[in-house]
């Protein structure tokens, strides 16, 4: 008896334990969005690209600087035998045999002019690193789009779901009552057949619906990095009820706002810096110098205070001849970002103008659902009460029933389907990350 005692212990911590794995998770749009932009790798690798734009910036700065190098000698010999051809000593003494050396060194050069290559090496840095700030905040952008869409499709899956549940036991009601009219012969046995036979059908559909809910949910747990066990319900109020404002136009709060457009428009500067930095080969590169000597021989010599400066000029003349070619495919690339740019404004006026297109579509349909859906209720109650007074057949009250769920679906998906078009909208125009507050990241 302890055994079994125990046993059902056991099987009880189970079943809790259980039972708290597939608890279902509830968390807002804007708390959704938070999470993927603190576990997404894609804005990860983004942020450290923008390090390293920015290091990169600093290393270029830095080559404006002067370079100080200091260097040191300590060597012993080993008695070296030293054969002067000449002496200052008429004695004949011999010459003294120095076997330690030591010197010292303190240079400093200081770039002066290198035909702007300096200025435009940093130039170009300066709008790689603003491109890729850019470049991260689009990641961010895009990152934002994609849990408003997989929100969005588990949303209307957890919804169809839920109507065709509702459905499903009005349809088994159905098909109980009509297995006691078929019994007492008041019906015959084919209308209990299309009863079942509806029955199946909504099966068959809330099969698939829990498919793809599975498969949206476990999209979307992914990119937030939850465990694997989790079920994301949607609430209505996390995703329907707010307010929308300032509904976007035209293409100009796009151009101004569209990250991607920016991170192009730092990259052609760069170009054109680029096309600068080519040219610059056409220059002679002058530097300052200066030093510092000391050096110290035993017996023999000693040096010290050599101080020395002056100025160093330096020009590549086969650079001359062969730089031609450097130039026009700095201004080929130049080229490319301008051209490039030009492309995605086009594409970002098009995205704008569709996104408005979508969204007033959207307006306009959920006013056509909501009015089907009163239309269909009515319509199913009307043939509903012709069919209980024998003035319609089963074909017409399931017709009617089939109707008013797809009615009803199409009213609740309807309201979904108008907030994830403006989200789409603001999306096209550059401002969803600033509608979810990028900064509390």
Known sequence: MKINHFLLIGIYLIGITSIKAQESTSLTLDQAIHLAWSKSNEVSLADSKVNSSKYELQSKKNSQYPDLKLSGQYQNFIEPNIDMKFSTN?????????????????????PVFAGFKIQNNIK????????????????????????????????KAQKTLELLKDNQKQAEQ??????EMEKNGIIPRNDLLKSQLQVSKIQLSIDEMNNNLNVVNYYLISLLKLPMETNLEINESDFINFQINNIPTDENLALDNRKDLEAVRFQEKASEAGVKLAKGAYYPSVTIMGGYASLGLQNI????????????VSYDLSGILKNNSTIKMAESKSNEAKNYKEILTDNIKVEVKKAIEDYNL?????EVYVEAATQSAENYRI???????????????????????????????????????????????????????????
Not at 131 to 138: K, V
Not at 301 to 312: C, D, K, L, Q, R
């Open 90 to 110: 008429g004695s004949g003494t011999p010459f003294p045999s120095g076997n330690k050396l030591m010197i010292g060194q303190l240079s400093a050069n200081l």
């Open 124 to 155: 170009i840095s300066e709008n790689l690193y603003q491109a890729q700030t850019a470049t991260a905040l689009q990641t961010k952008e895009e990152i934002a789009m994609r849990v408003v869409n997989y929100y969005a499709s588990l949303y």
């Open 174 to 179: 159905r098909v109980v009552d009509f297995t």
């Open 301 to 312: 010599i000693t040096i010290e205070n050599a101080i020395n400066f002056g100025v160093g």
């Open 362 to 366: 959207s307006l306009k349909q959920n």
């Open 383 to 441: 043939v509903k009460d012709k069919y209980d007074n024998g003035l319609s057949n089963t074909n017409d009250l399931l017709e009617a029933d089939v109707e008013q769920l797809s009615s009803k679906i199409n009213k609740a998906l309807a309201r979904a389907n108008i907030i994830q078009k403006y989200y789409e909208l603001l999306s096209t125009t550059g401002q969803l990350s600033q509608t979810f507050n990028i900064s509390k990241i």
